[in-house]
């Protein structure tokens, strides 16, 4: 009996609209509650947005990065390959004059042939942007020259002029590569 009188206890209205209430309201904790973790993943849901982006975006400079490492890489070892590739027929020159040297004792011959190559030299590398420097009879400049030497002179107007040039200076493209050695007057 007492079986009963709880269970009719129980479906009664009174105790129908305490059990509705009391769902109602866990429902709604059980909504704040979904919200505030909704809210709390929101944050973190960005934070891993945010991380992978960077993930992302470092990975892709770090390519970046070692594709023109490599082709930097490339384009040194291949750069001085036109300049190869035009003093080739010089070196076929030099190697027909080395042979002329075997055959004929005329020096004029062999001569005339060595300043045709280096006439062809020059000319090759003055198209690759080399230019000699000169340096004779002009006042000593310490950008370009290298003094090695100075040597008295009896005319004033040859001080601090370049009396003599030991080795030639060069310039690639106007810019010096290498500095010309030179006599100066005192």
Same mark, same amino acid.
């Given at each position: 009996m007492s079986t009963e009188i709880n269970e009719e206890e129980t479906h009664s209205p009174e105790n129908m609209t305490e059990s509705l209430d009391a769902t109602v309201g866990n429902e709604e904790e059980s909504t704040e509650k979904k919200q505030e973790v909704v809210s709390e993943n929101s944050p973190?849901? /960005? %934070?891993?947005?945010?991380?992978? &982006?960077y993930l992302r975006l @470092?990975?892709? @400079?770090?390519? @970046?990065?070692?594709?023109?490492?490599?082709?930097?890489?490339? %384009?040194i070892g291949t750069a001085?390959?036109?300049?190869?590739?035009s003093l080739l027929p010089v070196m076929d020159d030099f190697e027909r004059s080395m042979k002329a040297f075997e055959t004929t004792n005329n020096v004029d011959v062999l001569k005339e042939g060595i300043q045709l190559v280096h006439h062809k030299f020059q000319k090759t590398l /003055?198209?690759?942007? %080399? &230019?000699p420097m000169q340096s004779?009879?002009? %006042?000593?400049?310490?950008?370009?020259?290298?003094?090695?030497?100075?040597?008295?002179?009896?005319?004033?107007?040859? &001080?601090?002029?370049?009396?003599?040039?030991?080795? &030639?200076?060069?310039?690639?493209?106007?810019?010096?590569?290498? @500095?010309?050695?030179?006599?100066?007057?005192?």
């Amino acid at each position: 009996m007492s079986t009963e009188i709880n269970e009719e206890e129980t479906h009664s209205p009174e105790n129908m609209t305490e059990s509705l209430d009391a769902t109602v309201g866990n429902e709604e904790e059980s909504t704040e509650k979904k919200q505030e973790v909704v809210s709390e993943n929101s944050p973190e849901k /960005e %934070l891993a947005e945010w991380k992978d &982006k960077y993930l992302r975006l @470092f990975s892709d @400079f770090e390519n @970046f990065r070692k594709r023109q490492a490599k082709e930097r890489i490339e %384009l040194i070892g291949t750069a001085s390959e036109g300049l190869m590739v035009s003093l080739l027929p010089v070196m076929d020159d030099f190697e027909r004059s080395m042979k002329a040297f075997e055959t004929t004792n005329n020096v004029d011959v062999l001569k005339e042939g060595i300043q045709l190559v280096h006439h062809k030299f020059q000319k090759t590398l /003055e198209q690759k942007g %080399l &230019k000699p420097m000169q340096s004779i009879g002009e %006042l000593f400049n310490p950008e370009l020259q290298e003094a090695i030497t100075q040597i008295p002179v009896e005319k004033e107007s040859q &001080k601090g002029t370049v009396i003599d040039e030991v080795e &030639k200076g060069y310039s690639l493209n106007d810019k010096t590569i290498r @500095f010309a050695k030179v006599v100066i007057g005192a």
